[in-house]
């Protein structure tokens, strides 16, 4: 059977749209397996420094913005949005952007189906950072926002640096 060689921005598109997909369904079996098997504000330590919990978060990242769902809600439309157009921007020009975006707006969209669903976002790792220290409680889609954000400034870095290195050598 011939192999189909696809333009480099299908192969780019249908990347971004798997990994968007993966975390979100990723994301969305988790949570559910949660609110099945889990009580609210219930925990089981798997380690001296992590936990499952069940806990609802009304507000953004670290619990800011409590009962806000609404305009949190239309911040992460926005935000979807905007995603969108940095993957058109970027897409062209590096395979990471594609990767990064995919995992930010799939984790951007799984918090906010939970938004539209429950009026919360279901919270359920918890990491104890020291004696009764922890970090605040996240999930998979806020693991792939970081993820994504962090790949995404690496990419940007990389590509600054590059166009810096490349007008310094034209202007030499």
Known sequence: MPRIDWPGSVRRGWLFLAIATVVIALDQISKLFIRNNLALHDSIPISSHLNIVHWSNTGSAFGLFSNQTFLLSLVAIAGLIVILLFYRYFSESSTLSGPALGMIFG??????????????????????????????????????????????????????????????????
């Open 107 to 172: 984790g951007a969209a799984g918090n906010l189906i939970d938004r539209f669903h429950l009026g919360y976002v279901i919270d359920f790792i918890d990491v104890r950072l020291w004696h009764d220290t922890h970090w605040p409680a996240f999930n998979i889609a806020d693991s792939a926002i970081t993820i994504g954000t962090i790949v995404l400034a690496f990419f940007l870095f990389l590509t600054l640096k590059k166009e810096n290195d490349h007008s310094t050598k034209t202007k030499s």
